[in-house]
């Protein structure tokens, strides 16, 4: 490691500003056409960029890019692509998504994560419709202030793509870039860093393609200069890089080293060491350069915060429906918070480390208040456990069953429904709702068989041992040793067993 002198150890002159900016006019206008040259050669062809190209109708052009950029928020191209298609496809004006529902939305959304987008989107949608009269905003700054969910890189990236401001955009993937091009290694979220990365984006953007080069910035971080394994050598902007300077410079010191060549390989580029003259800078690392990283040195971020552990009851309650198909009781979440309105199995938060049949009879008291009934808390059956990460959440999801007939719940609240497991899965339910659902699959493939006429089978090589981990520590469960899932007509004392 090579660690940076201090102020009183260096003797050039050369200010914090110049060092990590740009000085020569002309080393910008080079970079736009370097940038673009390679962006034109072999971008992405993406549907988003095809009509952002394409559509003449500005109001459907800004509504397609502002679709796109909100669903590209924490989440990858490949993904997003279908959704994509499919939310146009049936939506493809601003008034058509207006006069959807938000239920429908969050089906649409189902899987894509962070929900409140799709809800945001949806409000927006009706804002534009009901106070804009339906006409997009046509400014960075009015779409600003005027759509929920719309902070300064979004509004500059639909600004720029779909209406031709001349504006930068500052997403992860031109952080790396410019924190790497221009050596800027402080934290990269401080505010002199995020003010610094702004005015770069906002001074290199091409006047005349605002859209395409904003676009070919995401691009060459998204290809080509990555969190790992950056390919410098496919860099079209690498002679423009600080990180690639100091790396090359380092490499053919050590090779002249090893060669018994003792010079020094001279340097015409500043070095970052040359920041510090004139005091310590708010853009220049405050830890050593690791010649093992490399470029990837930079950018430099803040330690993440370990997410919030918690670990969720979840009944599934599973019932014959009228075509003789198994149906799903699902409850709806509020509408604030959490996976707002999304669909899930009745849950509860385990707070505190509870036994079984604790665990059981906090279900049980959960399912009778929306189900009408009294159970019996011994009958409900313990099937396993499943882990779903959100971003600052681990959360598990300790899985019971109980199985009814058609007879056995005919009542149920505001809130609730009853999905086929086709349904279910076309239904506005998380990721962790379908890892549960196969779960739960899983434990009765290999624990019995549904005959034709109704009754459940226990094979006879699955034991029935499996309890429930109650540790704050305990790992996931396997599936195949959940339990044997029971009638809930056995709850009620008054209902006879059947022969």
Not at 218 to 236: F, H
Not at 443 to 452: D, I, L, N, P, R
Request: charged share 25%.
């Amino acid at each position: 490691m090579v660690f940076f002198p201090s102020p009183e150890e260096t003797t050039n002159n050369t200010s914090p500003s110049t060092y990590h900016t740009f000085q020569d006019p002309a080393d910008v206008v080079l970079l736009r056409s370097q940038l673009l040259n390679w962006y034109d050669k072999g971008k992405r062809e993406l549907p988003w960029r095809t009509v952002a190209m394409t559509e003449p109708d500005i109001n459907i052009r800004t509504y397609a890019v502002w679709v796109s950029e909100i669903m590209l928020q924490q989440t990858q191209v490949a993904t997003v692509k279908d959704y994509y298609n499919k939310w146009m496809k049936r939506w493809p004006t601003v008034q058509d998504l207006a006069a959807a529902t938000l239920e429908e939305v969050n089906q649409m959304w189902a899987g894509l994560g962070y929900y409140s987008r799709g809800k945001r989107l949806h409000e927006g949608a009706q804002k534009v419709v009901s106070e804009l009269k339906g006409q997009m905003p046509r400014t960075v700054e009015s779409l600003l202030k005027q759509l929920p969910g719309v902070g300064r890189y979004t509004a500059g990236a639909i600004g720029s793509i779909a209406l031709g401001q001349v504006t930068g955009a500052v997403d992860g993937n031109v952080i790396r870039v410019l924190c790497r091009v221009r050596a800027i290694g402080a934290d990269s979220t401080s505010p002199p860093v995020t003010e610094a990365l702004w005015g770069l984006a906002n001074m290199l953007v091409d006047p005349e393609r605002p859209g395409d080069f904003n676009q070919a910035m995401m691009e060459l971080g998204a290809r080509v200069c990555t969190p790992k394994g950056p390919l410098c050598s496919q860099c079209p902007i690498q002679s423009h890089c600080r990180s690639y300077h100091k790396v090359y410079v380092k490499q053919e010191n050590n090779t002249n080293r090893l060669l018994g060549k003792l010079e020094r390989m001279p340097s015409t580029l500043p070095d970052i060491e040359d920041c510090m003259n004139g005091g310590p800078c708010a853009l220049c690392p405050t830890e050593p350069w690791d010649d093992e990283l490399g470029v990837q040195n930079f950018p430099r971020k803040p330690v993440k915060k370990p997410p919030r552990m918690e670990r969720t009851l979840t009944c599934m309650v599973v019932r014959s429906g009228e075509g003789g198909e198994d149906e799903y009781l699902l409850t709806q979440r509020p509408n604030k918070g959490l996976l707002a309105g999304m669909w899930e199995f009745p849950s509860l938060l385990l707070e505190g480390e509870k036994s079984e049949m604790k665990q059981k009879g906090v279900l049980c008291a959960e399912i009778s208040r929306r189900l009408g009934v009294q159970l019996n808390k011994s009958l409900v059956q313990y099937v396993g456990e499943v882990v779903h990460i959100f971003s600052h959440i681990h959360q598990t999801y300790v899985v019971y069953s109980a199985c009814l007939k058609d007879c056995d719940a005919q009542r149920q609240i505001e809130n609730t429904q009853w999905l086929t497991k086709p349904a279910l899965q076309e239904a506005a339910v998380s990721t962790g709702v379908k890892k549960i659902l196969k779960l739960y699959d899983s434990v009765e493939s290999q624990e019995g068989q549904t005959s034709k006429d109704g009754k459940r089978k226990k094979t006879t090589d699955v034991k029935n041992d499996k309890k429930p981990q109650t540790s704050k520590k305990a790992k996931v469960s396997a599936a195949h040793n959940g339990t044997r899932q029971l009638s809930l007509s056995s709850f009620f004392k008054t209902v006879k067993e059947e022969p």
